[in-house]
């Protein structure tokens, strides 16, 4: 499976942006998620849509200015991100969960990653 992040790019501090996942292959039953690497820090969890987008967690950073969804029949996954700030400048990548059965937050859960896209967020 091949995950390819796209929607990426420099917006001012308030500003939103669209991110997408698209995947070379049926992800259905599988949770999606959301991550990011600022520069000089270690890749974190931004949220995770479960396959039936029954269930979506956020990082609390996040929580309220992003929001995770799918479309399942375009094997796409989402994530729109208002309000944002300059912290929240750093590479974004979509993976792909290892199992059915969960929607996991950490990130050895997941087994296919996209090649990131880059957001710059500016003051």
């Known amino acids: 499976v091949q995950l390819q992040a796209s929607g990426g790019g420099l917006v001012q501090a308030g500003g939103s942006l669209r991110l997408s996942c698209a995947a070379s292959a049926g992800i259905s039953m599988y949770a999606m998620g959301w991550f990011r690497q600022a520069p000089g820090k270690e890749r974190e969890f931004v949220g995770v849509i479960s396959r039936r987008s029954g269930t979506i967690l956020y990082s609390d950073s996040v929580k309220g200015r992003f929001t995770i969804s799918r479309d399942n029949a375009k094997s796409t996954v989402y994530l729109q991100m208002n309000s944002l700030k300059p912290e929240d400048t750093a590479v974004y990548y979509c993976?792909?969960?290892?199992?059915?059965?969960?929607?996991?937050?950490?990130?050895?859960?997941?087994?296919?990653w996209g090649q990131g896209t880059l957001v710059t967020v500016s003051s």
């Open positions: 993976a792909r969960a290892r199992s059915t059965a969960t929607a996991p937050t950490n990130q050895n859960e997941y087994y296919y």
